[in-house]
């Protein structure tokens, strides 16, 4: 099992910046990916970023350049930095990883941290 804890949303306003943080914790010596994505009002959710065990990373076209993804030394720990945040950015984020063992997939959820853009 792994267990996914997000931090770092809230209240910004435009053109300002965020760091959200996921901390990982259980069986995460298999995860072979983590990302970050988000889902709007009404909207589906979508992947945002993501970056496997082997540092590859990869973003929607809506946020790159304006997202970073990036993880700590111990891969415990995965964060996105938002900067320029756009009130088109308010979402809920959802931190997830994938876990593989032999050749079945799992797949993980954060129970999510609440970013609005709003002035």
């Known amino acids: 099992q792994v267990q996914l804890v997000e931090s770092g949303g809230g209240l910004v306003q435009p053109g300002g910046s965020l760091r959200l943080s996921c901390a990982a914790s259980g069986s995460i010596f298999s995860i072979y990916a983590m990302g970050w994505f988000r889902q709007a009002p009404g909207k589906q959710r979508e992947l945002v970023a993501a970056i496997t065990s082997g540092g590859s990373t990869n973003y929607a076209d809506s946020v790159k350049g304006q997202f970073t993804i990036s993880r700590d030394n111990a891969e415990n720990t995965v964060y996105l930095q938002m900067n320029s945040l756009k009130p088109e950015d308010t979402a809920v984020y959802y931190c997830?990883?994938?876990?593989?063992?032999?050749?079945?997939?799992?797949?993980?959820w954060g129970q999510g941290t609440q970013v609005t853009v709003s002035s």
């Open positions: 997830n990883a994938q876990r593989g063992l032999g050749l079945t997939m799992y797949d993980y």
